[in-house]
């Protein structure tokens, strides 16, 4: 499966921004998706997950609450709602597909090229 992430931009603290993953190819419903992020120098750190169905999501602790992850099956997309914003929310943001159990076992093996998000302050 292709992935092809989009939606980046600069925008000041307090703001939102909605993340898009395009993917092509095989069966997108059969696929978990995350979304991961990443900043220079520093290791790639997993933001949110959501199941084949939709009917699962989780989270990490520094976005709960302010990010959703959503999929929609029918247009082979899955969604990153991001708000309130804030400067350690700025990174390259990653999508990726993968397989697992439970969300927390997913081993990821197709990636997006990254979308660059810059929050300021």
């Known amino acids: 499966v292709q992935l092809q992430a989009s939606g980046g931009g600069l925008v000041q603290a307090g703001g939102s921004l909605r993340l898009s993953c395009a993917a092509s190819g095989r069966i997108f419903s059969s696929y978990d998706m995350g979304w991961f992020r990443q900043v220079p120098g520093k290791e790639r750190e997993f933001v949110a997950a959501?199941?084949?169905?939709?009917?699962?999501?989780s989270a990490a602790d520094s976005v709960k609450g302010r990010f959703t992850i959503s999929r929609d099956n029918a247009e082979n997309t899955v969604y990153l709602q991001m708000n309130s914003l804030k400067p350690e929310d700025t990174a390259l943001y990653y999508c990726?597909?993968?397989?697992?159990?439970?969300?927390?076992?997913?081993?990821?093996?197709?990636w997006g090229q990254g979308t660059l998000v810059t929050v300021s302050s």
């Open positions: 990726a597909a993968g397989l697992g159990r439970t969300l927390g076992s997913i081993e990821y093996h197709f």
């Open positions: 959501i199941s084949r169905t939709g009917g699962t999501t």
